[in-house]
C-alpha cells in the first residue's frame, strides 16, 4: 500500500500550482490536442508525433494524476479511429495499442519522477524518458513482429521515430512551458 501512495504522490506532482479552472482548461486543451491532432492531421507521422508527445509532456508537468489518462490513451484511439497513419496496416494497431499506452505512460512518469521529485536537468530527463519510450515500443513491436501478429512496417513507426518525435515534442513543451512559467511570474 505504501508503495501505491508513493507512487500515487510522484503521479499527483505539478511544477506549480495551478487553480482547478486552470487545471480544467489544461486538461481539455491537452486531451483536445491528444486526441484531435491524430485524427484530423494523422500524417506525416513525425509532425503528429511531435504535437502529441509535446502535450504528453506539458501533461506530465502541469497535471495531477486524475487528469493524466486521457492524454496517455486518446492518441493511439484516435490513430486508430481515423486509420490513416498506417493505412492498410491500421487494424494491426490494436496489438500496439496497449503497449502504445504503456508507452506514453513512461513518458509522463518519466517527468513526474525525475523532474520534478528529483529535479534532474530537463533535457536529461526528455533524453531518458523518450529513450524509455522508444526502447520499450521498439521491443514490443519488436517481439509482436517475430510472432507475426504486425508487419516490419511498425518496427521503424516503434523505434526511432518514437525516439526522435518524444525528443522534439519535449523541446517544443519546454518552449511553451518557459513561456506559460514567465507569464505566470509577471502576473504575481
Known amino acids: 500500500m505504501a508503495s501505491f501512495n508513493t507512487g500515487l504522490a510522484i503521479m499527483n506532482r505539478q511544477d506549480y500550482k495551478l487553480s482547478f479552472n486552470q487545471e480544467l482548461v489544461e486538461f481539455i486543451a491537452y486531451s483536445a490536442i491528444c486526441f484531435l491532432v491524430p485524427f484530423f492531421i494523422g500524417h506525416p507521422q513525425w509532425v503528429t508525433g511531435i504535437i502529441v508527445n509535446s502535450a504528453l509532456i506539458l501533461t506530465a508537468l502541469n497535471l495531477k494524476s486524475r487528469m493524466l489518462l486521457p492524454a496517455i490513451m486518446l492518441p493511439s484511439l484516435a490513430v486508430l479511429s481515423r486509420g490513416l497513419i498506417f493505412g492498410p496496416f491500421t487494424h494491426f494497431l490494436l496489438y500496439m495499442i496497449p503497449f502504445i499506452w504503456a508507452g506514453n505512460t513512461i513518458l509522463v ?48 513507426a516503434m523505434g526511432i521515430t518514437q525516439f526522435y518525435t518524444a525528443a522534439a515534442g519535449g523541446i517544443v513543451a519546454f518552449g511553451v512551458h518557459s513561456a506559460k512559467s514567465w507569464k505566470r511570474r509577471r502576473e504575481q
Open 109 to 156: 512518469y518519466t517527468f513526474k519522477k525525475l523532474r520534478l521529485e528529483k529535479k534532474i536537468n530537463r533535457f536529461i530527463v526528455l533524453l531518458i524518458g523518450s529513450g524509455a519510450k522508444a526502447i520499450f515500443l521498439f521491443s514490443a513491436a519488436f517481439v509482436l513482429f517475430k510472432l507475426n501478429f504486425i508487419p516490419a512496417v511498425f518496427l521503424s
